[in-house]
């Protein structure tokens, strides 16, 4: 691809997301309320989850495999902000455009090119997760397909700057933006994801508290967590 076919793909591209908020309400709506998880269900494990000085805080429970507290509201097309501060050896992630398997169902994994058949449970949560982790991984802000293909749809590691944008044991400011199939991520106002897939265009979003192996309980907080919806198909 040569630098002007580059060069229209980002004004295209441009145009695009200008359509889309200019032809809806742009309207910044609180997804948490600062006392109350209301509006808010627990899927998939059963770690816990309390309010706690305007936070939401997620803590590992012994045994509990991956946990999602998650909108009963389904999105389509927006723009998502929070902030996050996780334990650094606790990695966590925020689902969007995401849902449950309504019943037991085999997915294949492929790992050092060999495919693998993995079980996943009724009401296991699958769908693209915008990473948090810790400065060592480097991956926050990469986008993982979570349940399913269990691959990285945008790995943020390999790239110098998105692998530094992540601070271990601050508040870190996150922004996703999803159009049609186009998902973008910024960390800390880093540019990080950026990449079109059509698989999913609505869903939940959800905060994830992984499962954990460590002698201790471990946890991650979400705090101002807002979003635009940008309308949708």
């Not at 097309?77 to 996050?84: C, M, T």
């Not at 979400?222 to 919806?229: A, C, F, G, Q, T």
């Amino acid at each position: 691809m040569n630098h002007f076919s580059e060069k229209l793909i980002v004004l295209v591209q441009a145009v695009l997301l200008f359509a889309a908020v200019g032809c809806t309400n742009t309207t910044w709506k609180a997804l948490f309320d600062g006392r109350t998880l209301d509006g808010w269900e627990v899927r998939g494990g059963f770690a816990k989850y309390h309010v706690e000085d305007g936070t939401i805080v997620g803590t590992t429970v012994k045994g509990s495999p991956n946990t999602f507290l998650c909108t009963e509201k389904l999105y389509d097309d927006f723009e998502l902000e929070f902030e996050v501060k996780v334990d650094p050896e606790l990695n966590s992630g925020v689902q969007i455009r995401s849902h449950t398997y309504k019943e037991d169902t085999t997915t294949w994994v492929t790992r050092n090119n060999k495919k693998t058949e993995r079980l996943r449970k009724a009401g296991h949560v699958y769908g693209y997760q915008v990473e948090i982790s810790s400065e060592k991984s480097g991956a926050s802000g990469g986008v993982w397909d979570e349940a399913r293909k269990a691959v990285w749809l945008y790995n943020a590691s390999e790239n110098t700057a998105e692998s530094k944008a992540f601070r271990d044991n601050q508040w870190n400011r996150f922004r996703v933006v999803c159009i049609g199939d186009w998902i973008r991520t910024w960390v800390n106002g880093i540019p990080c994801a950026d990449f079109h897939d059509p698989v999913d265009r609505v869903g939940f979003i959800g905060l994830q508290v992984h499962g954990f192996r460590g002698d201790k309980t471990a946890q991650v907080r979400w705090r101002n967590i807002r979003i635009k919806e940008l309308g949708g198909h």
